[in-house]
Nanobody, 123 residues
Framework: QVKVVESGGGLVQPGGSLRLSCTAS????????MGWYRQAPGMEHELVAE???????KYQDFAKGRFTISRDGAKNTVYLQMNSLKPDDTALYYC?????????????????WGQGTQVTVSS
């Protein structure tokens, strides 16, 4: 089992900043991709940014120039620094982690989601 826990959400005024954190724990052998997604009320679930084990990064257009994704391999943690936040950024932010886990004497692929952390941008 691999558990994923997000933190760092909250209420912030427009133009403000937040830093989200996501940590994976459990029988992890290696982590490949770590990504942040979000879902606003009545909207589709969408990718925000993702980072591979090799450091390749992808941002959605709305995140470019405002959000920065980074990861700490030693801590199995991915961060999302969000600056210049707008009301449209209000959503539940989820983390997804994929990789390989220890399964007895073998390895097995995994992909795990966290429960999400709420980000509300409002004056």
């Amino acid at each position: 089992q691999v558990k994923v826990v997000e933190s760092g959400g909250g209420l912030v005024q427009p133009g403000g900043s937040l830093r989200l954190s996501c940590t994976a724990s459990g029988n992890i052998f290696s982590i490949e991709d770590m990504g942040w997604y979000r879902q606003a009320p009545g909207m589709e679930h969408e990718l925000v940014a993702e980072i591979s084990s090799g450091g390749d990064i992808k941002y959605q257009d709305f995140a470019k120039g405002r959000f920065t994704i980074s990861r700490d391999g030693a801590k199995n943690t991915v961060y999302l620094q969000m600056n210049s936040l707008k009301p449209d950024d209000t959503a539940l932010y989820y983390c997804h982690v994929s990789g390989s886990m220890i399964d007895g004497s073998d390895h097995a692929s995994f992909g795990s989601w966290g429960q999400g952390t709420q980000v509300t941008v409002s004056s």
